[in-house]
């Protein structure tokens, strides 16, 4: 991608950063221990491409060594974000705060291209930011759908008339259902008549709270999400209820800001994270389930977008909310799940064999370090084996809406997972579809194995799960 | 600095453009490597992809009488991948091909920018792996490993890289393309590739590694014995060597040390202990379990007051994630630490040990330890606050005072983070006499016109010597006082 532009205040860098609470910069040492886990980095060979170069990079500007130019954002606007940097790390540098900061200061400093103004303004600052333009953005691209010309362009020459990203980015389509999740249950307190008596939820503090015999849970829904893939919210909720969970899944609610953060778009996530807590805070709730592991990263670290002395706070958005309390509720679907395995061992599930890959987002494993559950989930299901996928745990290159900006980089990222793929299907030639918990990565492995012809069904995890069940049980 | 433009040209027409670079950022990223109290922008960053091309560079090089560097991962801490002279880097991150496993002769063939690890992950399937494990093993490449003869934990009693290299291709300085050993052991005339490993990237750019393979042992027992006092853990490692017995590993760590892991990482490790001792032993299951008696009682006989045993392979996992990381969880306690690499013979453990706790209360610091107590090797870790020069100051003279000593007490500079620009200047103290010419010779038969890494390894002649590890090397930007403390000064284990 082409980013054009220009620092846009007299400020210096190093005085940007000085007010952006960058002191955790200083606990990279550089010694490197990160470069292995790094997709960009083992694609493209270059330092300055690589965790610790980028992390190098972001210091030399806090440092006041460099400045905002081209030649210094590009490499940090080719990293994907993925964070599995973070995971390598021993020091506990938390680079994907570092970064986001960083992104924030690009974004609010500098003059993009029209081309880069245009699509951010309609992508970030419109559609994501608005329930209504995603349902009608969902209904119409769920009438492209229905015209065939995606599978006309995948699928026949006519597809060698478009530039092959284009041609790719058919294949992303996510399934739009021109419905809205949310508005279809807004605000209704969806409980269980199966639920037996269960063990009250705890919280992830693991502190005893309300003590009620169901615990009360909210939904998050998202943007795409909201109005696509209806399946996965649909098996989230059937799974609820197994286990005994009131659900409610306020109407309310708004996309989670982190492809706004990605970005750099801090003012725009900033504005979506106080409608979300004014959307949950006021329900008693015992958890906040999230479903897309690169929501509930983004719901679990809204306090940085809120620091304390920041430029931020200069301008009056200092935040008051204690974001502890909000956040400590979120947690995602496969770990709620696993908590209660008595109750799912006492649910009917098919027993015929079936044998699957599982792949974990970055999201999940590298931001949320959620990784056994539902690989637990998954291997205590009847029936079912859990064969391994090689670098399970490396990036597919989706990256929000990377695939978009940087489509060769993250075509480079993808191609490695499918040949893994490819590779765990020789050894099991039987293995039916691969399991994974974000619908970016979904869409993208989707889109990478159909590309390639690689005969694989992809599911979310609660899709399979759900499916498993026997028919009278969903 | 950058390239001249016909220089970049001639380059460009080998590599291709895309794989020459000297833009201002590209050098900023490669001005350090795991030490970055020194900095130093090479004049451009080259990227070959084969053979071939690495010889055409090299040769185009030397002709121009340009200097040149290769590196790894960079993960070095003694500043042997920071280029002197303005060289040119010759990233060797393209070469990461593992060429071929032999299981008969018990080989694998690989090029230089493989990961060590990797070579573990690629053979352990079918019960083999590669023993010299440096705790930097998941990023270090086999090629850095080859010129730092670098060694980790269980280097008691597998040895270090020289003990499981059978071969290597290289380039020479002038772009000549040497093959030295083979697949099998023994070479009549003297041991060249012996010279060639250790060599810290002088004498030649490695392009092709033969490593030995090691069966997994059948059994492995680990054990943690608990100290009151640093003294007495000493005198169990000497006590376990002197009957006899050749553990897998052993491993100690300081008071100061276990608080740090135990926030970090919570091995359960108990707070109270001055010393806890880690020791491996492994091989064949029969006898092992006896041989574990043995230690056990040995442990308690010289002043442990409980020994521990993992139970299974995750209590193990955690004892030696606790010792791997050891160095990362300091920053629990510490803004910023200096680590320092020196050796001793085993016997001086706990005199050098209470010498360095003395040097550090003289000044002030507090001085952490943590380290390869088989080998006796050091690495005391002087913690500082980077924000307070003074603290900076000292925790330097402390570094050199801890070195002096080791020399003292008839050991060495270095143990596995090599000389590099660091050290460089040391190396006069450590060999008087003509020593250290003979080796320069040596260098100088292999790279005669000192184009390839220059200032390193050997001290440069006028040089003032007054502070040893302070003085800046030649065209090197010593970064100011304020900035360098915030550097810290690279980790390592
Ligand atoms: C956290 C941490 C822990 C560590 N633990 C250990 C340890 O336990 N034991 C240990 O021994 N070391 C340890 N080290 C030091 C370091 O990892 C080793 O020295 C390692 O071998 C360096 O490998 P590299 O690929 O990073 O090489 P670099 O740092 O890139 O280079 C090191 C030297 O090797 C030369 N070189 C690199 N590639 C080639 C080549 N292909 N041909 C010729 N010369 C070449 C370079 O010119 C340079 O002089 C540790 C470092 C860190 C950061
Ligand atoms: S981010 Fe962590 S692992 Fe990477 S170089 Fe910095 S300290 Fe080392
Ligand atoms: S977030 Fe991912 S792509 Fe970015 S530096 Fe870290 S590992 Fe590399």
Redo the contacts between chains.
């Keep these: 991608m082409n980013i054009n532009f220009s620092q846009k205040t007299a400020v210096s860098a190093k005085e940007l950063f000085r007010l952006a609470e960058f002191d955790n910069i200083?606990?990279c040492?550089?010694?490197?221990?990160?470069?292995?886990s790094c997709p960009t980095y083992r694609e493209l060979?270059?330092?300055?491409d690589s965790p610790?170069?980028r992390l190098?990079?972001m210091r030399?500007l806090w440092?006041g060594?460099?400045e905002l130019?081209q030649?210094?954002v590009e490499?940090l606007s080719r990293c994907v974000n993925c964070r599995a940097c973070e995971s390598?790390?021993?020091?506990?540098v938390p680079y994907g705060e570092l970064l986001e900061k960083t992104r924030g200061i690009i974004f609010e400093n500098t003059t993009q291209s029209f081309k880069e103004r245009v699509l951010r303004r309609l992508l970030l600052k419109g559609l994501f930011r608005s329930t209504s333009l995603m349902i009608t953005a969902s209904y119409l691209l769920k009438i492209y759908a229905t015209t065939g010309l995606p599978k006309l362009i995948t699928k026949t020459f006519v597809g060698k008339l478009f530039p092959r990203s284009f041609v790719f980015q058919q294949h992303l389509l996510p399934n739009f259902s021109g419905k809205s999740f949310k508005l279809k249950y807004a605000d209704e307190v969806i409980s269980s008549e199966v639920s037996e008596k269960i063990k009250p939820y705890t919280g992830p503090s693991g502190k005893s709270k309300r003590l009620k015999s169901k615990p009360r849970v909210g939904m998050f829904s998202g943007c795409i999400m909201d109005v696509s893939e209806a399946a996965i919210h649909e098996s989230t909720l059937t799974l609820l209820h197994h286990i005994g969970c009131e659900v409610v899944v306020p109407g309310n609610q708004v996309c989670c800001g982190a492809i706004h953060v990605h970005s750099g778009d801090r003012e725009t996530a900033r504005e979506l994270a106080l409608k979300n807590l004014v959307a949950f805070e006021p329900r008693h709730l015992d958890a906040i389930i999230t479903n897309a592991a690169g929501c509930g990263a983004q719901l679990k670290e809204y306090n940085l977008l809120f620091s304390k002395e920041t430029s931020e706070a200069k301008k009056g958005v200092r935040s008051t909310v204690n974001w502890q309390d909000f956040e400590k509720k979120i947690i995602d679907v496969l770990e709620f799940l696993s908590r209660y395995p008595k109750l799912l061992e006492k649910l009917s599930w098919r027993e015929d064999e079936d044998t699957v890959l599982y792949d974990a987002p970055c999201h999940l494993i590298h931001a949320q370090k959620v990784d056994e559950n539902p690989r637990q989930l998954l291997n205590n299901l009847p029936g079912v084996t859990l064969v391994p996928l090689k670098e399970s745990d490396w990036c597919c290159g989706s990256g929000g809406i990377y695939n978009l900006v940087h489509p060769e980089l993250s075509g480079a990222v993808l191609k490695r997972k499918t040949e893994s793929i490819r590779q765990a299907l020789t050894t099991n030639p039987n293995a039916t579809n691969i399991i994974t918990g974000n619908p970016g990565c979904l869409y993208q492995i989707r889109a990478g194995i159909r590309s390639e012809n690689i005969d694989l069904h992809i599911l979310h995890p609660v899709v399979y799960l759900a499916g498993r069940l026997k028919k009278n049980e969903s | 600095m950058s390239f001249e433009s016909n220089i970049r040209e001639e380059l460009a027409k080998i590599l291709g453009k895309e794989w020459v670079?000297d833009?201002?950022?590209?050098l900023?990223?490669?001005r350090?490597?795991?030490l970055?109290l020194y900095t130093a922008p090479p004049m451009g960053?080259v990227?070959p992809g084969a053979v071939q091309e690495l010889v055409s560079v090299v040769k185009l090089l030397h002709k121009h009488k340009i200097s040149f560097i290769a590196r790894g991962?960079?993960?070095g801490l003694s500043g042997g991948a920071v280029p002197q002279d303005e060289s040119v880097i010759i990233?060797m991150?393209?070469f990461k091909e593992v060429h071929e496993v032999d299981w008969i002769n018990r080989t694998i063939t690989v090029d230089p920018g493989v990961?060590n690890?990797r070579i573990t992950e690629d053979v352990q399937s079918q019960g083999y792996h590669y023993a010299p494990d440096p705790s930097?093993q998941?990023?270090?490449t086999i090629g850095g490993n080859v010129a730092e003869n670098s060694g980790g934990p269980h280097t008691l009693k597998y040895g270090v890289t020289v003990n499981h290299v059978l071969g290597v291709e290289m380039v020479l300085p002038d772009g000549e393309l040497i093959k030295l050993g083979g697949k099998h052991l023994g070479m009549p005339g003297p041991d060249l590739l012996g010279l060639m490993i250790g060599s810290e990237g002088t004498f030649g750019i490695i392009t092709k590694i033969i490593c030995r393979l090691t069966p997994n042992p059948e059994k492995a027992v680990t054990m943690l014995g608990i100290y009151k006092s640093v003294h007495d853990a000493c005198e169990s490692v000497s006590s376990i060597i002197r009957h006899g017995i050749i553990p897998a590993a052993m491993e100690m760590l300081d008071k100061i040390v276990i608080s740090a892991v135990e926030k970090?990482l919570k091995p359960g490790f108990p707070l109270d202990a001055e010393a806890v001792l880690i020791v491996e032993l492994d091989g064949l299951a029969d006898g092992l379990d006896a041989e574990a008696e043995i230690v056990e009682k040995l442990l308690k006989e010289s002043g442990a007051t409980t020994v521990n045993r993992a139970r299974d392979e995750v209590e193990r996992d955690k004892i030696w994630r606790a010792r791997k990381?050891a160095?990362?969880?300091i920053?629990q306690i510490s803004?910023s630490y200096y680590v320092q690499d020196g050796v001793i013979p085993r016997s001086k453990l706990p005199e050098v040990l209470n010498e360095i706790s003395a040097i550090g209360k003289k000044h002030g610091l507090t001085v952490a330890n943590v380290f390869h107590a088989g080998d006796g090797n050091l690495h005391p870790l002087i913690l500082y606050d980077?924000e307070n020069p003074e603290e900076v100051e000292k925790s330097h003279k402390i570094g050199e005072e801890i070195l002096s000593s080791c020399i003292r007490h008839g050991g060495t500079l270095s143990g596995e983070h090599g000389i590099g620009i660091e050290k460089a200047e040391w190396m006069k103290d450590l060999y008087p006499g003509n020593s250290l010419d003979n080796m320069q010779n040596v260098r100088t038969f292999f790279n005669p016109e000192n184009l390839l890494n220059p200032g390193k390894l050997f001290p440069q002649p006028g040089r003032c010597a007054e502070s040893k590890s302070g003085t800046p090397p030649r065209n090197a930007t010593v970064l100011d006082k304020s900035?360098m403390v915030?550097?810290?000064s690279?980790?390592?284990v």
């Design positions: 200083l606990k040492v550089h010694c490197g221990l990160c470069l292995e060979d270059d330092e300055k610790r170069g190098y990079l030399g440092e060594a460099l130019r030649s210094v490499p390598a790390c021993p020091s506990g | 670079k833009d201002s950022v590209t900023y990223t490669y350090c490597d795991g970055t960053v990227f991962a960079g993960t990233e991150a393209r990961i690890l930097s998941k990023a270090c970090a990381e160095f990362g969880a920053g803004p980077y900035k915030a550097s810290k690279g980790i390592a």
